[in-house]
């Protein structure tokens, strides 16, 4: 009998991890060579090579598509796709909530109305314009977390999976219709209330690329950092004291580091809901729940996924592209429904 | 070891724990007994920092406030009355946190000394064939036999339990006071609970504590302290009788 | 080629609108461009005209005296904006408009529901609508709100000075098989252009230009490496400047990967002075074709061709 019980999967699987990043990396290469403008592989090829090498490139279509437009969207997609994926499995670790999310929480979209404010008001940081949208959408994404925190503690101290998702819904179209308010008045300074909500990553280029990565590297290093105390609070908050975890110090960092991580990622490609909800889910299937383990698998499930749907969205109605919000809710939204559906039944 | 010193915890306008001291020496195990309300899981949660409190609360001589939450985890266990794991972690894993409180750094995972006192609690409490099992497939009295396996593993000096047996049937409730017991055989250890079961506490207590209504009414050996006089003063009826009656039953 | 049928059918309703009115002596019968039948005792001297272009027809026929009120995006000529404003598109409010004792209301046929429709005829209030989507249905709304005003000859003389002015610039303008690109939203903010079905696509196809994005309907967002390698002749962006950083030409001529583009080698990419002029059904569409005229041959604007 306890044999039935005992888990199929292994304790630690580098194989795991293996197929992960060869398919993270297969991913890229098909998303470079595949868009809405068809180009030889080996055009595509020879480009990256030699831009990689500082060899010469051949003057031709290939090179402004692949090297300019392409790899760098490929880059900005795979990285906001795992930090949107870990910032997930941070939260739902951290709360004790399988639905928890930037997206369902609301803080997705608490940090587009700090941007849109920024963006509205002209505020901009001396040396960097784009700075001072950035870290508006920062700070407004740490306030909306806290804010639906409180809420929800006040409506119910237990922080149940529905009561939480239910204020971030709500807060969600609160801000929504606030936006949207903003961008009437202020349109001409903002970008259209479809990127803030739906999302996209048209025109991103290889600074922002480069922001990302950084962002990923330092908030990402500290989320993975916090696996044992995410451990902690995944089996229970109360628990988590008891075995000797500085329980509102390391809530605080998580909930900073995720909405710094959410405040660059929105302010670069709007909201991209769902990648957050979904991935870590399917990370958790793959090696189990323990943070260790689930934080980097959800990183690359979470690049992966969202690199399929930035291509569906690209390539689908060519040479119209559909919003990748758009792709992502669709995916999203049915799993949101199962994962709900079966958390009920197991709880 | 442990000593509380006119420790009050307010609610608002309500004093859940009212201008309570006690204390607590190694290899004595102190029941906590008293009616539903009577403060008796806040004055827990208290010492467990769980809710601040006015007073003071020491450790051998110092304020326990002082201590960081590691340093007080490596001190101090608490298992609670209920616990439940939502997610699918193996029964390994959740006994495996119980180490937390002594990692050195981040890159630390397992010192071997870890590893031993997780297998010896996983022995210890009959989980080591289901040390794989997930957690959701577990009932109710196997999970809390992982928390205190958890707890074990944590290897505090002095366990506190919240009505740890509460919902458990007759046989876990047995094993699990029985394992405790042999955990407080070592030497420098020592036990405080919360019991709700009169009997249970005469049977494995060492010293008591009697509360209501937030204030202590009595405490210090368990014979002085678990009489009819004062069982029927904390509980307002007569526990005595009833307790008679109740055992008639079986005759 | 569904356009030609639209336009054919809008010529149609014209005639019998006018056929109508010559029958009834008395009033003045249109139909509007939801096919209702609109009948005036006499011309109207009290407007309100929910959408700028509207506003924009009603002063070019020398009717600005009767506006009474307009919608909140209106805003051009300058004059009229310090006239009542009302809310206009989903968040239309009757009661508003009703306060402003209007004798007719002409608004677009999309944003109002049927209920308020007729709740503004109950009130006595002629309810117009005016949607065109092309350069024929404006010269039909012109025409039909130079009738309804009572200014038919002023309301001829626009349309014909339109007409010309299009008819000269298509004589004058080859068709070289050179095409356009029209930046209807920066790259920044995520690409949009003009397809068919728009003003600007009609415009291109007068100065003997082809759309780029000739296959995509309306106004719809595109990948920029579509953009790239369709290598348009020409780019016109309608994005507004607003006195900090670069200008949107200098923007679009510094944008990574673009350089190869003929467009950018040649310089030719253009920013159009006022947006509205080249999405507005009313007008200034005119004034748009001009615009672009001159920026294509390189002229300057005294040398308008229709002058």
Same mark, same amino acid.
């Given at each position: 009998?306890?044999?039935?019980?005992?888990?199929? +999967?292994?304790?630690?699987?580098?194989?795991?991890?293996?197929?992960?990043?060869?398919?993270?990396?297969?991913?890229?290469?098909?998303?470079?060579?595949?868009?809405?403008?068809?180009?030889?592989?080996?055009?595509?090829?020879?480009?990256?090579?030699?831009?990689?090498?500082?060899?010469?490139?051949?003057?031709?279509?290939?090179?402004? %598509?692949?090297?300019?437009?392409?790899?760098?969207?490929?880059?900005?997609?795979?990285?906001?796709?795992?930090?949107?994926?870990?910032?997930?499995?941070?939260?739902?670790?951290?709360? !004790?909530?399988?639905?928890?999310?930037?997206?369902?929480?609301?803080?997705?979209?608490?940090?587009?109305?700090?941007?849109?404010?920024?963006?509205?008001?002209?505020?901009?940081?001396?040396?960097? =314009?784009?700075?001072?949208?950035?870290?508006?959408?920062?700070?407004?994404?740490?306030?909306?977390?806290?804010?639906?925190?409180?809420?929800?503690?006040?409506?119910?101290?237990?922080?149940?999976?529905?009561? %939480?998702?239910?204020?971030?819904?709500?807060?969600?179209?609160?801000?929504?219709?606030?936006?949207?308010?903003?961008?009437?008045?202020?349109?001409?300074?903002?970008?259209?209330?479809?990127?803030?909500?739906? =999302?996209?990553?048209?025109?991103?280029? $290889? &600074?922002?690329?480069?922001?990302?990565?950084?962002?990923?590297?330092?908030?990402?290093?500290?989320?993975?950092?916090?696996?044992?105390?995410?451990?902690?609070?995944?089996?229970?908050?109360?628990?988590?004291?008891?075995?000797?975890?500085?329980?509102?110090?390391?809530?605080?960092?998580?909930?900073?580091?995720?909405?710094?991580?959410?405040?660059?990622?929105?302010?670069?490609? =709007?909201?991209?809901?769902?990648?957050?909800?979904?991935?870590?889910?399917?990370?958790?299937?793959?090696?189990?729940?323990?943070?260790?383990?689930?934080?980097?698998?959800?990183?690359?499930?979470?690049?992966?996924?969202?690199?399929?749907?930035?291509?569906?969205?690209?390539?689908?109605?060519?040479?119209?592209?559909?919003?990748?919000?758009?792709?992502?809710?669709?995916?999203?939204?049915?799993?949101?429904?199962? %994962?709900?559906?079966?958390?009920?039944?197991?709880? | 070891?442990?000593?509380?010193?006119?420790?009050?915890?307010?609610?608002?306008?309500?004093?859940?724990?009212?201008?309570?001291?006690?204390?607590?020496?190694?290899?004595?195990?102190?029941?906590?007994?008293?009616?539903?309300?009577?403060?008796?899981?806040?004055?827990?949660?208290?010492?467990?920092?769980?809710?601040?409190?006015?007073?003071?609360?020491?450790?051998?001589?110092?304020?326990? !406030?002082?201590?960081?939450?590691?340093?007080?985890?490596?001190?101090?266990?608490?298992?609670?009355?209920?616990?439940?794991?939502?997610?699918?972690?193996?029964?390994?894993?959740?006994?495996?946190? /119980?180490?937390?409180? $002594? +990692?050195?750094?981040?890159?630390?995972?397992?010192?071997?000394?870890?590893?031993?006192?997780?297998?010896?609690?996983?022995?210890?409490?009959?989980?080591?064939?289901?040390?794989?099992?997930?957690?959701?497939?577990?009932?109710?009295?196997?999970?809390?036999?992982?928390?205190?396996?958890?707890?074990?593993?944590?290897?505090?000096?002095?366990?506190?339990?919240?009505?740890?047996?509460?919902?458990?049937?007759?046989?876990?409730?047995?094993?699990?006071?029985?394992?405790?017991?042999?955990?407080?055989?070592?030497?420098?250890?020592?036990?405080?609970?919360?019991?709700?079961?009169?009997?249970?506490?005469?049977?494995?207590?060492?010293?008591?504590?009697?509360?209501?209504?937030?204030?202590?009414?009595?405490? =210090?050996?368990?014979?002085?302290?678990?009489?009819?006089?004062?069982?029927?003063?904390?509980?307002?009826?007569?526990?005595?009788?009833?307790?008679?009656?109740?055992?008639?039953?079986?005759? | 080629?569904?356009?030609?049928?639209?336009?054919?059918?809008?010529?149609?309703?014209?005639?019998?609108?006018?056929?109508?009115?010559?029958?009834?002596?008395?009033?003045?019968?249109?139909?509007?461009?939801?096919?209702?039948?609109?009948?005036?005792?006499?011309?109207?001297?009290?407007?309100?005209?929910?959408?700028?272009?509207?506003?924009?027809?009603?002063?070019?026929?020398?009717?600005?005296?009767?506006?009474? /009120?307009?919608?909140?995006?209106?805003?051009?000529?300058?004059?009229?904006?310090?006239?009542?404003?009302?809310?206009?598109?989903?968040?239309?409010?009757?009661?508003?408009?009703?306060?402003?004792?209007?004798?007719?209301?002409?608004?677009?046929?999309?944003?109002?529901?049927?209920?308020?429709?007729?709740?503004?005829?109950?009130?006595?209030?002629?309810?117009?609508?005016?949607?065109?989507?092309?350069?024929?249905?404006?010269?039909?709304? %012109?025409?039909?709100?130079?009738?309804?005003? /009572?200014?038919?000859?002023?309301?001829?003389?626009?349309?014909?000075?339109?007409?010309?002015?299009?008819?000269?610039?298509?004589?004058?303008?080859?068709?070289?098989?050179?095409?356009?690109?029209?930046?209807?939203?920066?790259?920044?903010?995520?690409?949009?252009?003009?397809?068919?079905?728009?003003?600007?696509?009609?415009?291109?196809?007068?100065? /003997?230009?082809?759309?780029?994005?000739?296959?995509?309907?309306?106004?719809?967002?595109?990948?920029?490496?579509?953009?790239?390698?369709?290598?348009?002749?020409?780019?016109?962006?309608?994005?507004?400047?607003?006195?900090?950083?670069?200008?949107?030409?200098?923007?679009?001529?510094?944008?990574?990967?673009?350089? &190869?583009?003929?467009?950018?080698?040649?310089?030719?990419?253009?920013?159009?002075?006022?947006?509205?002029?080249?999405?507005?059904?009313?007008?200034?569409?005119?004034?748009?074709?001009?615009?672009?005229?001159?920026?294509?041959?390189?002229?300057?604007?005294?040398?308008?061709?229709?002058?």
């Amino acid at each position: 009998m306890n044999e039935a019980r005992a888990l199929k +999967r292994e304790r630690f699987t580098p194989l795991t991890y293996a197929m992960l990043a060869a398919a993270l990396l297969l991913s890229m290469i098909l998303c470079v060579c595949v868009g809405s403008v068809q180009i030889p592989f080996s055009d595509t090829v020879t480009a990256v090579w030699n831009a990689l090498w500082g060899l010469p490139i051949p003057q031709n279509i290939a090179k402004n %598509i692949i090297l300019n437009v392409r790899l760098p969207r490929v880059l900005c997609v795979a990285l906001s796709g795992a930090a949107l994926s870990l910032c997930g499995a941070a939260m739902q670790g951290l709360l !004790r909530n399988p639905l928890a999310d930037g997206s369902t929480m609301g803080v997705s979209s608490g940090a587009a109305l700090g941007a849109v404010i920024a963006m509205a008001a002209g505020f901009t940081l001396p040396g960097s =314009g784009y700075g001072g949208i950035m870290v508006t959408a920062m700070a407004f994404a740490f306030g909306s977390l806290v804010m639906i925190l409180s809420l929800a503690y006040a409506l119910d101290r237990s922080l149940a999976t529905s009561s %939480i998702i239910l204020i971030g819904v709500i807060f969600t179209m609160f801000i929504s219709s606030v936006i949207s308010l903003i961008i009437t008045f202020a349109s001409d300074h903002t970008r259209s209330l479809n990127f803030w909500t739906l =999302g996209s990553f048209s025109g991103v280029n $290889y &600074d922002q690329a480069g922001i990302l990565c950084a962002a990923l590297a330092v908030c990402g290093g500290v989320i993975l950092r916090f696996a044992p105390e995410l451990n902690a609070f995944a089996v229970g908050e109360e628990n988590a004291r008891h075995i000797g975890v500085n329980v509102k110090k390391v809530k605080m960092s998580i909930l900073v580091t995720v909405s710094v991580l959410i405040g660059v990622c929105v302010s670069i490609s =709007g909201t991209v809901s769902f990648v957050g909800l979904v991935m870590p889910h399917i990370a958790r299937m793959l090696v189990g729940p323990n943070h260790s383990r689930l934080l980097p698998a959800s990183l690359f499930a979470g690049a992966i996924f969202l690199l399929w749907a930035d291509l569906t969205a690209r390539t689908l109605l060519s040479p119209v592209e559909l919003p990748i919000g758009v792709v992502t809710s669709l995916v999203g939204a049915v799993a949101f429904v199962i %994962i709900f559906y079966r958390t009920r039944k197991a709880g | 070891m442990l000593a509380g010193n006119h420790v009050t915890v307010r609610y608002g306008d309500l004093r859940a724990v009212d201008d309570v001291s006690f204390r607590l020496e190694a290899g004595q195990w102190l029941m906590l007994a008293g009616p539903n309300g009577a403060g008796k899981s806040t004055l827990i949660e208290a010492i467990a920092g769980g809710v601040p409190c006015t007073g003071l609360i020491e450790w051998e001589g110092q304020d326990i !406030r002082r201590l960081k939450p590691a340093q007080l985890a490596r001190r101090i266990g608490v298992l609670s009355q209920r616990n439940t794991v939502g997610y699918a972690y193996t029964v390994e894993e959740i006994v495996g946190l /119980g180490r937390y409180a $002594y +990692r050195a750094g981040f890159l630390s995972g397992g010192s071997g000394e870890g590893r031993e006192q997780v297998e010896r609690a996983l022995a210890m409490t009959g989980l080591t064939e289901l040390r794989r099992a997930s957690m959701l497939t577990l009932s109710g009295g196997e999970t809390q036999r992982v928390f205190l396996a958890q707890v074990f593993a944590q290897d505090p000096r002095v366990l506190i339990l919240d009505e740890p047996a509460n919902h458990l049937d007759l046989k876990y409730q047995q094993h699990l006071f029985s394992l405790i017991q042999t955990w407080l055989k070592e030497p420098g250890r020592a036990v405080l609970s919360v019991v709700h079961d009169l009997s249970l506490a005469r049977r494995y207590g060492t010293h008591a504590m009697l509360m209501n209504h937030g204030k202590c009414i009595s405490r =210090g050996e368990i014979g002085d302290v678990m009489t009819p006089d004062h069982l029927n003063q904390v509980y307002e009826m007569d526990v005595y009788a009833w307790m008679q009656e109740m055992l008639a039953q079986w005759n | 080629m569904s356009k030609k049928i639209v336009s054919l059918f809008l010529a149609a309703m014209m005639m019998t609108g006018c056929l109508t009115a010559l029958a009834e002596d008395a009033g003045i019968m249109v139909t509007d461009m939801h096919g209702r039948e609109i009948i005036l005792t006499e011309p109207a001297v009290r407007v309100v005209a929910l959408q700028p272009s509207d506003c924009e027809i009603l002063c070019a026929i020398g009717c600005e005296d009767a506006l009474v /009120g307009i919608g909140q995006y209106c805003d051009y000529p300058a004059s009229i904006t310090s006239l009542p404003v009302v809310q206009s598109g989903a968040d239309t409010n009757i009661e508003e408009i009703l306060a402003l004792n209007p004798q007719v209301v002409f608004m677009n046929d999309m944003a109002q529901s049927e209920e308020q429709v007729r709740q503004l005829e109950e009130n006595g209030v002629k309810v117009v609508v005016s949607s065109a989507t092309d350069i024929e249905g404006v010269y039909y709304a %012109i025409r039909m709100m130079g009738h309804l005003m /009572g200014k038919d000859e002023n309301a001829e003389a626009v349309v014909a000075d339109m007409q010309s002015t299009f008819e000269e610039i298509r004589a004058a303008s080859a068709d070289e098989g050179r095409t356009v690109y029209f930046e209807v939203s920066p790259l920044q903010w995520g690409l949009w252009t003009a397809g068919s079905g728009t003003f600007m696509d009609e415009l291109a196809s007068i100065c /003997g230009l082809t759309n780029a994005f000739a296959d995509v309907n309306d106004w719809a967002a595109v990948s920029e490496e579509q953009v790239i390698s369709r290598d348009p002749d020409y780019i016109v962006t309608i994005s507004m400047y607003y006195g900090e950083g670069p200008t949107p030409v200098e923007e679009i001529l510094s944008r990574e990967g673009w350089q &190869d583009m003929k467009a950018i080698r040649e310089g030719q990419v253009f920013n159009a002075s006022d947006s509205n002029a080249l999405s507005r059904p009313g007008p200034r569409l005119k004034d748009a074709a001009v615009e672009l005229y001159h920026f294509l041959n390189g002229t300057e604007e005294e040398a308008v061709p229709a002058a």
